[in-house]
C-alpha cells in the first residue's frame, strides 16, 4: 500500500520568499504523484501531478516540485510566494490501475507581511 | 460550466442517527469518489463508483455506503453516527477513473 509523509506540519514564510514543502512517499512501484492546495471551507484544488517522464514538474500558480526516485520524494517549490499563497498543502500518492488517492496530513503555509 | 456540487455545505447529527450527503459531478465526468476529511489530517478514500456501482473502497465500515444514480449523481450514507464521523467530506468526480480529478467544497458533517 501506499502512503505519504510530510514532515513539516506548519511553515512561516515571508511574501516574497521562497517556499519549499518537502513530502515522502512510500510505494513499490512508479508512483503517479500530486501536490494539491485547499483553503479555508474550500475543496481541494490540484497544482501539478506526475506521472512519468520529466523530474521537474510545472504547475499552475508559479508552483514546481521535483520527483527523486532515489530519495522517495516529491518537494514542491515556488520561487516568491505571494499572500495569497497561505493555505494548507497536500502531497498525494496513486498507483496505475488503482485510483484512489492516498493524502499526507498536509503542511499549513503561513505568510507574514 | 459547473464544478462539483455538494449538499448540505453544512450538518449536525446526533449519535445513532443515519446521515445523507449528495454529491454532483463536473459536466461530462461519469466517476464520483468520496473522501473523509478529520480536523488536521488528509483526506481519507471511503469509495469509488463508476457505471452505478462500487468499483473501489477504502479502510472504512459497512455503516458507510454510497449509491450513484445513472446521471452520474451520488450519496453517501452513513448508518449509526458516532462522534469520530465528525468530519468534511469531499466529492471528487472524474471522467472514466482516470487521475483528473475536480473536488468539490465539501459537507462539513458535526455528530454531537
Known amino acids: 500500500a501506499q502512503s505519504v509523509t510530510q514532515p513539516d506540519i506548519h511553515i512561516t514564510v515571508s511574501e516574497g520568499a521562497s517556499l519549499e514543502l518537502r513530502c515522502n512517499y512510500s510505494y513499490g512501484a512508479t508512483p503517479y504523484l500530486f501536490w494539491y492546495v485547499q483553503s479555508p471551507g474550500q475543496g481541494l484544488q490540484l497544482l501539478l501531478k506526475?506521472?512519468?517522464?520529466?523530474?521537474l514538474v510545472q504547475g499552475i500558480k508559479g508552483f514546481e516540485a521535483e520527483f527523486k526516485r532515489s530519495q522517495s520524494s516529491f518537494n514542491l517549490r515556488k520561487p516568491s510566494v505571494h499572500w495569497s499563497d497561505a493555505a494548507e498543502y497536500f502531497c498525494?500518492?496513486?498507483?496505475?490501475?488503482?485510483?484512489?488517492?492516498?493524502f499526507g496530513a498536509g503542511t499549513t503555509v503561513t505568510v507574514r507581511a | 460550466d459547473a464544478g462539483v456540487t455538494q449538499s448540505p455545505t453544512h450538518l449536525i447529527k446526533t449519535r445513532g442517527q443515519q446521515v445523507t450527503l449528495r454529491c454532483s459531478p463536473k459536466?461530462?465526468?461519469?466517476?464520483v469518489s468520496w473522501y473523509q476529511q478529520a480536523l488536521g489530517q488528509g483526506p481519507q478514500f471511503i469509495f469509488q463508483y463508476y457505471e452505478e456501482e462500487e468499483r473501489q473502497r477504502g479502510n472504512f465500515p459497512d455503516r458507510f455506503s454510497g449509491h450513484q444514480f445513472p446521471n452520474y449523481s451520488s450519496e453517501l450514507n452513513v448508518n449509526a453516527l458516532l462522534l469520530g464521523d465528525s468530519a468534511l467530506y469531499l466529492c471528487?468526480?472524474?471522467?472514466?477513473?482516470?487521475?483528473?480529478?475536480?473536488f468539490g467544497s465539501g459537507t462539513r458533517l458535526t455528530v454531537v
Open positions: 459536466s461530462g465526468h461519469d466517476t
Open positions: 506526475y506521472f512519468s517522464g520529466d523530474t
Open positions: 498525494a500518492v496513486g498507483a496505475r490501475d488503482d485510483y484512489k488517492l492516498s
Open positions: 471528487a468526480s472524474s471522467f472514466v477513473a482516470n487521475y483528473g480529478y475536480t
